[in-house]
């Protein structure tokens, strides 16, 4: 049989856990393949958890783990279980779940289906088909759940996944070994979408399944709705390839236009030649930046042969991109004409407000689709 351990990070729950781990050890009568185990993970509690977890271990033989830590935070309660799991107990599965009744243990056997199936990471979704936050939370609260999802998968451009802050997953073991040292200094609860990010650029397969998320009924949340916020946000804003992608492009923006306006203004070049000639000197740096910074996580490594060949892959995607802005500039150029516009006050000439537009709705979405299909693939 295969060992699922389910990891419960507690404080303070020991009234919950009373009935939650006979709970879920009842799981064990769906499923002749698996063994479920329960690792404690206690951040000392002092409302004698500790004893109400060594009274379970003479009930249940070899079923229940107790690891006692410092109270730390979530991330570092999952991070040493995990670590004790991984050294100690070797399970085939992990998985993450609230302590306090927020999360049904009657779900238990539909992750390991999951598993089953071939996938590698499977998170209980409150926003698919079938699952629910509370009709009694406040509208700041359902605005900071649904709000901060669509921020999150967003940023990262995986729309598909709806739940990146679920705190119920079930998670195979070779991932948790391939992301773990790198998502140990992340706590609170930035630490699971960290571990989710690092497991998707591991080439995970995720799963979702609905889940009706329950409002504790003893104890108390303890989240920091503002430290979250602003971790969450942080996180997202400096791991994200396609942010990272379009801070680069940014740069490579800034390039393309100092060219083109030197050529422009400067030399008196043609308007649509030195757009051509601004947009390719930019290509160079976004390869070697996107390769090292965006993409880092699948850069293009040894011989020199291999970042030849990618970055003529680059170049000749980034040829046609610059074909596509050439010829974008030259029909807004002779259908709406060379002439100077007024924005805020301002004369701004027509040509790079046209740029913009090709630039911003065009170029980008086009490129990063390309990049991650033919350069940078999985």
Known sequence: MRTALITLPTYKEYNNLKSLIPAILEQQKKTKIWDIKILVVDSNS???????????????????????????????????GFKFALEEIKPYVVFEMDADWSHDPNLIPTFLKQIEQGYDFVIGSRYIKGGSIPDNWGIHRKIFSVVGNIIIKLGFAKPKITDWTSGFRCIKVWVVKQVLEKVKKYNSYVFQIAILDNALKNKARIAEIPLKFKDREEGFSKINSLQYIVHTLFYVFTHSPFLLFIYVGSLGFIIDFSVSWILIHLLNMNKVISNGIGAETAIFSNFMLNNFFSFKHKKITGKISGYIKGFLKFNFISIGNVLVQMFGIYLLLKFFGDKDLIMLNYSVPSWTVYKIIIITFFIVPLSYTLYNKIIWKN
């Open 46 to 80: 002092q409302d004698n958890t500790d004893k109400l977890i060594k009274e379970f271990q003479k009930k249940y033989k070899d079923k229940i783990y107790l690891l006692e830590t410092p109270k730390e935070g979530l991330g570092k309660a999952y991070y040493k």
